[in-house]
């Protein structure tokens, strides 16, 4: 019975013309070209191939060339790292790890691999007995994940730097209204604050509260916060509540790298960081973790890490499948880069530059959180002059100087940020010194000259604002002569990378 009827329907489709086939969605015709007989789709290069998109990369590199990048987490990585990224060992699938693949063909995946991890404890000074890095994390966010997936457990607790205070949404971002980060979703997460008088971290409350919440984790770290961080004080914390003491020294990796701000492995148990910001690399993540001996008991019976295991399963097959090899390449070359003694001259650069540029723009009359900065970021708030840092943002971005609105210290709306955050680490790439980051401060103060200028007869809210920006012929000649003057100067200066795109 079943198998005749099969057989009829199957006769009623052939039966079918194809114009009288029934579908539930309309589609569009796909127009297809066809390559030329001298085009050659597999070999021909992105110039030739698709126009399109090497404009539009064309259109970006001369904007990064043009414009004065001052994003603290960003940066321009070098002509090596690229070729890394562009090669074939983009083409691999090695689900697994060194040595236990999935696939096979895998001896030079796993020698890159093995590489890459080598030169990542080198860098920051780690004994291979105490310490492993898993390097196949696709960038910082999932980093964090597969951290707490490895060692919080679902529902688990983890406390982090509160977003609004200079923390990363990956720490447990959450607001009254929503669980923005999947963080907060799948963990349960209670934020610390900073003390908005001084701006720093209020070490003495988040111990009275790691004390009753009891996370698993404590994360020490930060996406905009001037100071170093006291990763001594986040330790005994930590032990007092039982909790794995994790660093993300995602901004600063750099700086660690070359010595010259406090490392946290001495104090934690586990380190992620990106490697696309200071630390100068492709985007990616490298997870650190303890292995040998975490603690001794009362009856002196050794206690084991067990990070190593959990980690890398949480990674893979957690998390993710097959690892980007080309971005682990990448790694290796920037981690190779990290232990020149030029990578340190960079290093001092960029501290010297936020130093450079903080006095300048404290000398124009500006606030800056904390007073000043340790590392290579400032916090310029804006509250003082009443300038919204979103109008901030908004006027400079119009005159070729990139940098983001972002929270003050106390601010009452995470929406209605009061300050602009600057960072040091791309410009100094491109070979900025302390007198060029003395005109960088210059033109930021004629840019909120400008804001000032402007931003009663702007309008009330930030849309009016733009529309005003995008009409009013006053203004735009004003912030046209700004744009003219900082790309004439940052036009100057070399840009890493290649040439075009
Ligand atoms: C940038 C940053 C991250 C996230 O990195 P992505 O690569 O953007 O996912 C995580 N933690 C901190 C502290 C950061 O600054």
């Known amino acids: 019975m079943l198998a005749r009827r099969t057989v009829r329907s199957f006769l009623a489709v052939r039966n079918l013309k194809m114009a009288d086939r029934q579908v539930h969605t309309e589609l569009i015709p796909v127009n297809r070209t066809k390559y030329?007989?001298?085009?050659?789709?597999?070999?021909?290069?992105?110039?030739?191939?698709?126009?399109?998109?090497?404009n539009i990369m064309k259109n970006e590199k001369a904007r990064q060339r043009r414009g004065l990048e001052l994003i603290a987490s960003e940066n321009f990585t070098s002509k090596a790292v690229m070729d890394a990224l562009g090669s074939a060992m983009c083409n691999k699938y090695s689900e697994g790890y060194p040595g236990a693949r999935y696939y096979g063909g895998n001896e030079f995946i796993d020698q890159m691999e093995l590489l890459c991890q080598k030169r990542a404890l080198e860098v920051f000074g780690l004994d291979p007995t105490k310490w492993g890095v898993n390097v196949q994390s696709l960038s910082g966010a999932p980093a964090n994940l597969a951290v707490y997936t490895a060692i919080v457990g679902t529902n688990g607790r983890i406390m982090g730097l509160d977003l609004p205070d200079g923390g990363h949404l990956s720490h447990g971002f959450y607001t009254p209204a929503r669980k923005v980060s999947a963080t907060s979703e799948f963990f349960q997460s209670l934020p610390y604050k900073v003390d908005p008088s001084t701006g720093l971290i209020n070490y003495d409350k988040l111990e009275e509260n790691a004390l009753l919440f009891r996370p698993k984790v404590i994360v020490a770290g930060v996406s905009c916060y001037a100071r170093h961080l006291d990763y001594n004080r986040f330790r005994k914390i930590a032990d007092r509540a039982g909790a794995y003491l994790m660093a993300d020294m995602a901004h600063i990796s750099g700086l660690v790298a070359a010595g010259l701000i406090p490392s946290p492995f001495e104090y934690a148990d586990v380190v992620t960081t990106t490697t696309h910001k200071s630390l100068r690399g492709p985007r990616g993540a490298l997870i650190f973790f303890r292995k040998g001996v975490r603690s001794v008991n009362a009856k002196g019976v050794e206690i084991k890490y067990d990070l190593e295991d959990k980690i890398n399963t949480a990674v893979f097959p957690g998390l993710q499948g097959g690892p980007h090899n080309h971005t682990i390449s990448g790694i290796a070359v920037a981690l190779k880069q990290c232990l020149s003694e030029d990578f340190v001259t960079y290093g001092q650069q960029i501290l010297n530059n936020a130093k450079a540029l903080a006095e300048n723009l404290k000398n124009h009359g500006y606030t800056l959180a904390t007073g000043g900065t340790d590392n290579h970021l400032l916090l310029v708030d804006l509250r003082?002059?009443?300038?919204?840092?979103?109008?901030?943002?908004?006027?400079?971005?119009?005159?070729?100087?990139?940098?983001n609105k972002n929270t003050c210290p106390g601010d009452v709306s995470?929406?209605?940020?009061?300050?602009?955050?600057?960072?040091?680490?791309?410009?100094t790439s491109r070979g900025f010194k302390e007198a060029d980051f003395e005109r960088v401060g210059d033109f930021i103060h004629k840019g909120i000259e400008i804001a000032k200028k402007y931003n009663a007869a702007a309008g009330k809210t930030l849309k009016d604002f733009k529309t005003f920006t995008a009409t009013n012929e006053e203004f735009k000649n004003d912030i046209a002569l700004l744009a003219q003057e900082v790309e004439s100067f940052s036009g100057k200066f070399e840009i890493p990378g290649n040439e075009l795109f």
């Open 384 to 403: 003082p002059i009443g300038i919204e840092g979103a109008r901030a943002e908004h006027i400079l971005d119009l005159a070729h100087i990139a940098c």
């Open 36 to 54: 030329a007989a001298g085009e050659n789709i597999l070999r021909d290069h992105v110039e030739k191939i698709d126009p399109e998109v090497y």
């Open 414 to 427: 995470a929406l209605r940020p009061g300050g602009i955050r600057l960072g040091t680490p791309a410009l």
